[in-house]
């Protein structure tokens, strides 16, 4: 099985387990995301958000004809949202690390009993939370993060803007990755490993 | 964090003395054990030798969320799992245990943990390797042309290894869980909380 994406530069569907790093402009990036990352039939969608409150997030899936039992948002940007129909879970920090992969376990929680679920995960964006950790506590993160991800043949989608580190950051982590696809004004260009 | 072919070394904290020799001989053939009747007797065997410690944390005397608190200190990479009378829930993990086990323990199921507990912290080992080399590659990267890379031999065996690595990874655990999950970024932030305590002008 794989994941399908549409319009999505050279991919059209990502391996299951795989972990895709997405670089470009945040306002790029965001929109690209959730392209990737909205659910098909019978899957299942959890957004981490550090830069759109949930509401907007929801919004945005729904327009890519995700239903709201699909989907799950763990809020880190410090908003009280409360949406009907679609669990929220809130954060104060996009630094709070186990925060965010105990939400994320609550998450799957109830589901896990039905056996393996088909899911999406989005992280948007790494480049905020990397400004309340160390470089080093996030590389390990992500590892562990898409070793999840692997384990439970989900698809994993990261963004990140690289103008807002310097070089040798941005090269370190996306060391972690199967796979990058580079988000431009006009077009998407994807290498690495783990999609066709 | 295993060192040649020694076996991993367990420790044992329990105060009944039947579960401590039924313990120790489920153990003992794949496991170098040592055994603590109480807290105060499981600080005396502290080294750093110990990879995975079983703590009951009902015990008389020092309970167990103390005697985990000074494993913390003392051996920060060592992995803990607590065995306890009732069923917990997530709060186990952010309580700082990395595993826990109900009692009655089934040999099967103490066996099982350990064996996790162990790829955890051989994912660690590898992962911190994985880092050194890809801060190296990075480095490389920033500061040569890319064609100049590709014909430099070093560079080519810097990303041999790291693939090599990157693979070994990849199945180290393969049937990782949540619990897996949030235990191991719970180690990740609370090593880099206490790093930065010994480092002045750290965050927070």
Redesign the interface.
Known sequence: MSYRVDEFGNATSFDDGVSLLMTGDSTMTNQRLLDAVAPKNDERSVVITTNTGAGTVVKELERRGADREQVGIIDCTNADSEIEGVPVRTLSSPGD??G???E???L??QD?EEGSIRARVGFASVSTSLMY??L??M???L???T??I??GDMFGVFSMDPTMH???????IR??FDAEAEVGENETSVSGTGFE | MVDGDDQPTVLVVEDERALIELYVRWLEDDYTVLTAAGGEEALEQFSEDIDVVLLDRLMPGMSGDEVLEEIRERIPDCEVAMVTAVEPDFDVITMGFDDYLTKPVEREELLETIERLLSRSQFDDIEQELYALSSKQAALRSSKPKEELDENEEFSELQRRIDELRDELNTTLPGMDDDDFVAMVRDIEGEEADSNDDMPGGLE
């Open positions: 690390l186990t965010i992969s105990l994320f376990a609550k799957f929680d896990t950790t160390e080093r506590t590389f390990r993160f590892h562990v993060f070793a999840r692997r384990s310097d070089e040798k950051a941005h090269n370190t060391a972690v």
